[in-house]
């Protein structure tokens, strides 16, 4: 799967025609695959599509393609860790939740919120595996109330692990005042410096509006960021932040940006994200009718 599904440029380079079943047709072949590093791979180029369709109608279509995959996987691996797991056997569970999380599987939704209901009032704990995934998933429902919830986890704990849990996933929901809060929270005396950069690109990570909140965030605290993190990984993350836009408007305004607020740094990641910002537009004006075609067809 890996040697003939690359992601990134190659990926995208292989002009795979929508025609073909936009990598959807091999992904139906695979629903009875257990290993994880198979399923793995699957999945990463599946999210690969999904970050150019989440701002399409279709994607509607592409999560219950997603759902089929995975759904029936996560059946037989279970919810809970089994004395014959092996470290794959945790990395699998903990994917599949994500997924079907974001992909609206209700059974995924409803267990999840009920783990965490559970966990966050003082009863059985979340396995440490899932955690991750679960807290991820609930954040979701786009809550004032889940969100309060696990501020108070983040609050509450001493744990640097527990605190990356809940801050990384804070921005990941769908309601753009909470999106806006967490951004003005990564800031804060809250978050460690280093950590920062993780916490705003997981709001990127809530879909197309996330990615235009962010980026419009970046640009508006760049004098900061530049000085905090220029000459590092750090500032490079924050750059990548605009890699998955998939419109040539935002090519212009992030050529722009950039043009006129140097970055030495980061000129390989902001040439990067042009690079990947134009293949992204290119494929969908190529292909972005016949994907819809394609997931009406199979019935989706």
């Not at 079943?21 to 699957?42: C, P, T, W």
């Not at 999904?50 to 029936?72: D, E, V």
């Not at 879909?207 to 640009?219: L, M, N, S, V, Y």
């Not at 140097?262 to 042009?274: D, F, G, I, M």
Request: charged share 25%.
């Amino acid at each position: 799967v890996v040697s003939t599904q690359s992601t990134g440029k190659q990926w995208y380079q292989r002009r795979v025609r929508a025609s073909s079943g936009i990598n959807a047709e091999y992904g139906g072949a695979y629903v009875n695959e257990r290993n994880y590093v198979v399923l793995s791979s699957i999945n990463g180029n599946l999210s690969e599509l999904g970050s150019l369709f989440s701002h399409l109608p279709c994607f509607t279509q592409f999560k219950a393609m997603r759902r089929r995959i995975f759904s029936r996987i996560l059946e037989e691996v279970g919810w809970e860790k089994k004395e014959t797991d092996g470290h794959t056997d945790a990395l699998l569970r903990n994917m599949l939740v994500v997924t079907l999380g974001k992909s609206d599987d209700e059974q995924v939704l409803a267990r999840c919120q009920e783990l965490f209901n559970t966990h966050y009032t003082g009863g059985k704990q979340i396995e440490a595996d899932i955690r991750g995934a679960v807290y991820l998933t609930v954040r979701q429902d786009g809550t004032d109330e889940t969100y309060r919830k696990l501020m108070d986890l983040f609050n509450k704990t001493d744990l640097h692990e527990e605190r990356e849990r809940v801050q990384r996933i804070l921005g990941t929901g769908p309601n753009a005042a909470l999106r806006s809060e967490t951004l003005e929270f990564a800031m804060s005396e809250s978050v460690r410096s280093n950590d920062t950069p993780f916490v705003i690109h997981g709001v990127a990570n809530a879909g197309p509006e996330g990615r235009d909140q962010t980026w419009a965030f970046i640009k508006n605290k760049f004098p900061v960021f530049l000085e905090r993190y220029s000459g590092g990984f750090l500032f490079t993350r924050l750059v990548q932040v605009t890699s998955n836009f998939t419109t040539m408007d935002h090519y212009k305004d992030i050529e722009k940006f950039f043009a006129e607020n140097k970055a030495p740094s980061a000129e390989r990641a902001v040439k990067q994200s042009l690079e990947s910002i134009k293949l992204r537009a290119a494929w969908l004006e190529r292909d972005g009718e016949s994907v819809a075609q394609w997931f009406t067809e199979q019935g989706l």
